[in-house]
């Protein structure tokens, strides 16, 4: 795993039409109801985990990751209500020697180009601010929508990791000065 850059807190960063900023305590609602909806869920992670262990990972935000100011985790919000969740984390797959991105939006602001916003500006945070050579993401081949976004934004695939049960994961990395998208998240 590669070392841990400097400046990889939470600083509120602007996404177009949403703000990403740290979590408060009082968005654990808010971020339960995010990952209780199956869709929203069903290619983060392990896929959707009931609302006790949601409640758990939203404590450990607090208690472990800002505590030991380990990586970003943003709350997204639009508004001033959270809409989504996003991460700049080391990856934790043996096969990703690198840091990688997590972006998840309530399936209401899905299809409005927020997604685009949000991962650009995550990507442009990394490599630009952090500093980081490369930044990667790690994503179930069935999700084509995140897929096709990424690799607008420039993201190439650079390897596939095969589960148990056939699932596919895609890793795709993004170097600095790639993005294809020209500032339009539907442009080819
Ligand atoms: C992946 C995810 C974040 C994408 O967010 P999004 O806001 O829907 O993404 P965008 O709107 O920027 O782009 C997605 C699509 O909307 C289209 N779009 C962009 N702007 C648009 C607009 N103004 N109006 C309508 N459609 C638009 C894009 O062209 C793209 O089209 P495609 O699906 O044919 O490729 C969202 O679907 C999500 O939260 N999914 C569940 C969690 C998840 O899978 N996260 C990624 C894990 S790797």
């Given at each position: 795993?590669?070392?841990?850059?400097?400046?990889?807190?939470?600083?509120?960063?602007?996404?177009?039409?949403?703000?990403?900023?740290?979590?408060?305590?009082?968005?654990?609602?808010?971020f339960?109801?995010?990952?209780?909806?199956?869709e929203?869920s069903?290619?983060?992670?392990?896929?959707?985990?009931?609302?006790?262990?949601?409640?758990?990972?939203?404590?450990?935000?607090?208690?472990?990751v800002?505590a030991?100011?380990?990586?970003?985790?943003w709350?997204?919000?639009?508004?001033?209500?959270?809409?989504g969740?996003?991460?700049?984390?080391?990856?934790?797959?043996?096969d990703?020697?690198?840091w990688?991105?997590?972006?998840?939006l309530?399936r209401?602001?899905?299809?409005?180009?927020?997604?685009?916003?949000?991962?650009?500006?995550?990507?442009?945070?990394?490599?630009?601010?952090?500093?980081?050579?490369?930044?990667?993401?790690?994503?179930?081949?069935q999700?084509?929508?995140?897929?096709?976004?990424?690799?607008?934004?420039?993201?190439?695939?650079?390897?596939?990791?095969?589960?148990?049960?056939?699932?596919?994961?895609?890793?795709?990395?993004?170097?600095?000065?790639?993005?294809?998208?020209?500032?339009?998240p539907?442009?080819?």
């Amino acid at each position: 795993m590669s070392s841990t850059p400097s400046g990889t807190s939470s600083p509120v960063l602007n996404a177009g039409s949403a703000l990403l900023r740290p979590y408060d305590p009082r968005d654990e609602d808010a971020f339960v109801r995010l990952f209780q909806d199956p869709e929203v869920s069903r290619f983060v992670g392990d896929g959707p985990q009931d609302e006790g262990e949601d409640r758990a990972l939203f404590g450990r935000i607090f208690s472990s990751v800002y505590a030991g100011n380990r990586f970003a985790v943003w709350a997204i919000t639009r508004g001033g209500a959270v809409v989504g969740h996003a991460e700049l984390k080391p990856s934790p797959s043996e096969d990703v020697d690198g840091w990688e991105l997590v972006y998840v939006l309530e399936r209401a602001h899905w299809g409005q180009g927020l997604g685009t916003e949000v991962a650009r500006a995550i990507t442009t945070f990394a490599l630009e601010q952090v500093g980081l050579p490369r930044i990667y993401a790690t994503v179930d081949q069935q999700n084509a929508r995140s897929i096709g976004l990424l690799e607008r934004l420039g993201y190439v695939p650079v390897a596939d990791r095969h589960e148990d049960g056939g699932k596919v994961i895609k890793i795709l990395a993004r170097t600095p000065h790639r993005d294809n998208s020209q500032g339009s998240p539907h442009s080819t």
